[in-house]
């Protein structure tokens, strides 16, 4: 077969897979888009220690060579992205900081979603909506608190945070105590 015969029938190939429907768009309401998820990072992991996973929602490509193993081990210097489940194992926890400034300590055998994550250190309609499911968290408020609506749900109820470092502990079972840390003033 000539190149000729074989170009043709590429072309011919490629018109007739351009005239079938995606399956993508079979997979989508139109009344209801899916969500355009960032590539640009929102954070990043300052400690690590034991087990923790983060499971990015959106394929990410950051190397030519991306492990397949479900269970790689975090470590320090990984990057958080808008869409991301933070999980540590029994032994493990986890220091966190957003673009923003705001940071979260993370305890053993938690979780945690990062559902919304909008700065511009220029603007002030930044938001944050961070989910905390399971687990013990230490958290510092950053600018999005001060310059938009920083937000953090758990199992029990939704806080609007305006710059404060609340704990929250959230039991197997759903039980959930808050409490705010104190800053002792300087004498």
Known sequence: ?????????????????????????????????????????IGKVLTATGPAHIEHAAAIIVEAKLSTDSAVQTKVGDLIYR??????????????????????NVSPNARMEVDEFVYDPKGNSNSS????????????????????????DTPVATMGIRGTAPRVEISEDGTTKFTTLIEQTKK
């Open 129 to 152: 909506l961070i989910s905390l499911v399971k687990g013990t968290f230490t958290f510092i408020a950053g600018e999005v608190a001060h310059t938009g609506d920083m937000k953090v």
């Open 1 to 41: 077969m000539g190149a000729r015969a074989v170009g043709l029938l590429a072309g011919v190939y490629l018109c007739a897979i351009s005239l079938l429907p995606s399956m993508a768009w079979g997979q989508t309401d139109p009344a209801h888009p899916p969500a355009v998820l960032d590539a640009k990072p």
């Open 83 to 104: 869409g991301d489940i933070i999980q540590t194992g029994v032994d493990g926890s986890l220091g966190i900081t957003f673009a923003d400034g705001s940071s979260f």
